[in-house]
């Protein structure tokens, strides 16, 4: 499956994103997603997560309740609103497909199987 995520830019601090994450090539409500984020000189981490059918959705710590992972199966499409952002929050987004993902957590980057591109969002304070 391809991924390509979009959306990301400058914001100050206390606005709000949209990331959007388009996939294509395979069935895509076969796949868990998930967002992940790299800043500068860190490791890459978790951010959020949804299972196949978006009955399920889980967080990190840094993000639950300010964004929220939600997906369209019939547009192929998973997204992540970004709401009170931080100037922590600045990093590179991925989002990437786990093959199934059944009985997983959906928060160990190793276990995913397809990598989008990356999109950058800077917040500003």
């Known amino acids: 499956v391809q991924l390509q995520a979009f959306g990301g830019g400058l914001v100050q601090a206390g606005g709000s994103l949209r990331l959007s994450c388009a996939a294509s090539?395979?069935?895509?409500?076969?796949?868990?997603m998930g967002w992940f984020r790299q800043a500068p000189g860190k490791e890459r981490e978790f951010v959020a997560a949804?299972?196949?059918?978006?009955?399920?959705?889980y967080y990190a710590d840094s993000v639950k309740g300010r964004f929220t992972i939600s997906r369209d199966n019939a547009k192929n499409t998973v997204y992540l609103q970004m709401n009170s952002l931080k100037p922590e929050d600045t990093a590179v987004y991925y989002c990437?497909?786990?093959?199934?993902?059944?009985?997983?957590?959906?928060?160990?980057?190793?276990?995913?199987?397809?990598w989008g591109q990356g999109t950058l969002v800077t917040v500003s304070s």
């Open positions: 990437a497909a786990i093959d199934g993902g059944y009985g997983s957590s959906l928060r160990n980057l190793y276990e995913y199987d397809y």
């Open positions: 090539g395979r069935t895509f409500s076969n796949y868990g």
């Open positions: 949804i299972n196949w059918s978006g009955g399920t959705t």
